[in-house]
């Protein structure tokens, strides 16, 4: 499975075709870094473990939320 979002990739596969693949990605496309078993991709941080892919959002919530004022009225 190949995930796309502007200029990144994401890619899952069965680990015995892996470097194949990247092989084949990098002969059609240059890229800037390519990461293995845990990465930031759009906005959300993924990580591999062998049973499980772990995906979360605490670095985009605690850099890019923040607290929003409402009127005293506006709350009801």
Same mark, same amino acid.
């Given at each position: 499975?190949? @995930? &796309?979002?502007?200029?990144? @990739? +994401?890619? &899952?596969?069965?680990?015995? &075709?892996?470097e194949d693949l990247k092989d084949l990605f990098q002969k059609r496309f240059q890229f800037? !870094?390519?990461? &293995?078993? $845990?990465a930031?991709?759009?906005g959300r941080h993924i990580r591999q473990s062998p049973? !499980? +892919? +772990?995906?979360?959002? $605490? !670095?985009y919530i605690r850099e890019q @939320?923040?607290?929003m004022h409402i009127e005293k009225g506006r709350k009801d």
């Open positions: 499975m190949v @995930l &796309s979002e502007v200029a990144d @990739l +994401i890619i &899952s596969a069965d680990p015995r &075709s892996h800037g !870094k390519w990461q &293995s078993g $845990e930031d991709y759009a049973d !499980k +892919i +772990i995906v979360d959002q $605490e !670095k @939320l923040v607290p």
